[in-house]
């Protein structure tokens, strides 16, 4: 069965730094793409980031380039995303997400709220 | 950036009732790469439809997707009390892959 579980999500203050954690099993992660896709609290969806099997190739929404790195450590089957100069509008559910022909299979999520 | 206008904002309807919900692209989604998904509350998005037609695994047939360059459709053949939701159509035609605002099908 295909898990995906992130963590490390919390209050932090505007200007802060905080690094997403996802522990994948349940399939061959090194082969899949990987992504992070956020949601504030009562909106929609928004695309972060995107990372190539073995980390080569990386993507990322225009309001995160500059702050927000993503990276992967195939051997500890993880995903990671590490997000500095923290803003309000940063505020959101972060899913990690396994890229498959779609996102077919997504973590349940971890909260990151901004605020002073 | 290419721009996804869903359509309705919400859907009131009854079990049993055929839904459907438009996605318009502010241009041509190339190769068709649109997808849908369906969101339930405090839950994870769940993908239905990729590639602008083609049924994701364990999605029932009664989910249809159709549609192509920058007019997209999903259809629920039939309402089940489980499929009242929000959907969002979602490109990744062209970076940065976006996402329409979503339909709320909602109970009559």
């Known amino acids: 069965e295909v898990q995906l579980v992130e963590s490390g999500g919390g209050l932090v203050q505007p200007g802060g730094s905080l690094r997403l954690s996802c522990a994948a099993s349940?399939?061959?992660?090194?082969?899949?793409?990987m992504s992070w896709v956020r949601q504030a609290p009562g909106k929609g969806l928004e695309w972060v980031a995107n990372?190539?099997?073995?980390?080569?190739?990386?993507y990322y929404v225009d309001s995160a380039k500059g702050r927000f790195t993503i990276s992967r450590d195939n051997a500890k089957n993880s995903l990671y995303l590490q997000m500095n100069s923290l803003r309000a509008e940063d505020t959101a559910v972060y899913y990690c997400?396994?890229?498959?022909?779609?996102?077919?299979?997504w973590g349940q999520g971890t909260l990151v709220t901004v605020s002073s | 950036e290419i721009v996804l206008t869903q359509s309705p904002g919400t859907l009131s309807l009854s079990p049993g009732e055929r839904a459907t919900l438009s996605c318009r692209a502010s241009?041509?989604?190339?190769?068709?790469?649109l997808a849908w998904y369906q969101q339930k509350p405090g839950q994870a998005p769940r993908v239905l439809i990729y590639?602008?037609?083609s049924r994701a695994t364990g999605i029932p047939d009664r989910f249809s997707g159709s549609g192509s360059g920058t007019d997209f459709t999903l259809t629920i053949s039939r309402l089940e009390p489980e499929d009242f939701a929000v959907y969002f159509c979602?490109?990744?035609?062209?970076?940065?892959?976006?996402f329409g605002q979503g339909t709320k099908v909602e109970i009559k």
């Open positions: 590639g602008a037609s």
């Open positions: 997400a396994k890229w498959g022909a779609a996102w077919d299979y």
């Open positions: 241009q041509s989604v190339s190769s068709n790469y």
């Open positions: 990372i190539k099997k073995d980390g080569s190739e990386k």
């Open positions: 349940g399939f061959t992660f090194s082969t899949y793409w």
């Open positions: 979602q490109q990744y035609g062209s970076s940065p892959w976006t």
